[in-house]
C-alpha cells in the first residue's frame, strides 16, 4: 500500500506534463481537466490495479483530479 502511494503522488506531476504536452500541441485549454482524469484514469487502471481495476480506477481518478489542480494552480494568474 506504501508503495501505492509513493506512486501515486509521483504519478501526478507525470500527468500535468502530459496536459501540458497535449496544450502545446494545440488541443484547447479548456480540455485540460478532462485529459487529466481521463489520463489519470488510464495510468491508474494499468498501473495501480493490483488484480483489482476499480481500486486502479478510483486510484487513477485521484492521481487525475489532483493533477488538474495542480494544473490549475500553476496556470492561476499572480496577484
Request: glycine share 14%; charged share 10%; net charge positive.
Amino acid at each position: 500500500m506504501e508503495s501505492m502511494e509513493l506512486y501515486g503522488v509521483m504519478a501526478v506531476p507525470l500527468v500535468t506534463g502530459l496536459v501540458q504536452l497535449c496544450t502545446s500541441v494545440g488541443l484547447p485549454k479548456r480540455y485540460a481537466p478532462v485529459i487529466s482524469l481521463i489520463t489519470g484514469i488510464c495510468i491508474g487502471a494499468a498501473g495501480f490495479s493490483s488484480g483489482n481495476t476499480l481500486q486502479g480506477i478510483i486510484v487513477g481518478a485521484a492521481i487525475g483530479l489532483s493533477a488538474s489542480g495542480f494544473y490549475s494552480a500553476i496556470r492561476a494568474p499572480q496577484k
